[in-house]
């Protein structure tokens, strides 16, 4: 998929929070281990929150700039995207969910840096520091969080 407009990529940010939600929820459900299935359930919000907040943005937001033309549009294919975050599968522990949430994270927070740099009006540009700056805050929260559970 080539994104042409400002609500084609973040229509694709609200799909890619629900099919990551899903990945993290399918573990959930095969985790044996109490401790990695709360933090997979606690993940599964987490995704869950920020596809409902893409949601309620896309309602509300500017007609104008959810047309806006993106300059330099890149083809972002959702499943080759998401392969860049592993499914881990061999996650033993928490740690190995917090990486995989880290890298999530990253390439989200990367996309949102790229798309601000090259953004063609100042609105567009608040829009995707924004995000990126909310996808730090999101990571220090999740981290936080899994950090205070592997703890106890």
């Known amino acids: 998929m080539v994104f042409r407009q400002v609500k084609d990529l973040l229509a694709w940010i609200h799909d890619f929070h629900e099919q990551l939600g899903g990945q993290y929820a399918h573990l959930a459900e095969t985790q044996q281990d109490e401790r990695m299935k709360m933090a997979l359930v606690f993940l599964v919000d987490r995704e869950r929150?920020?596809?409902?907040?893409?949601?309620?943005?896309?309602?509300?937001?500017?007609?104008?700039?959810?047309?806006?033309?993106?300059?330099?549009?890149?083809?972002?294919?959702?499943?080759?995207?998401?392969?860049?975050?592993?499914?881990?599968?061999?996650?033993?522990?928490?740690?190995d969910?917090?990486?995989?949430?880290?890298?999530?994270?990253?390439?989200?927070?990367?996309m949102y840096r790229l798309r601000a740099e090259l953004a063609s009006i100042p609105e567009e540009t608040e829009l995707f520091e924004r995000l990126a700056e909310q996808q730090d805050a999101e990571a220090r929260l999740q981290t936080r969080d899994l950090a205070r559970l592997d703890m106890y």
């Open 49 to 95: 929150r920020m596809q409902e907040g893409i949601a309620a943005y896309l309602e509300d937001a500017d007609e104008g700039l959810l047309t806006t033309w993106l300059i330099d549009s890149q083809e972002f294919v959702h499943p080759r995207v998401l392969e860049r975050i592993p499914p881990c599968l061999g996650c033993h522990d928490v740690h």
């Open 97 to 110: 969910i917090l990486a995989n949430v880290m890298t999530a994270h990253q390439t989200l927070k990367d």
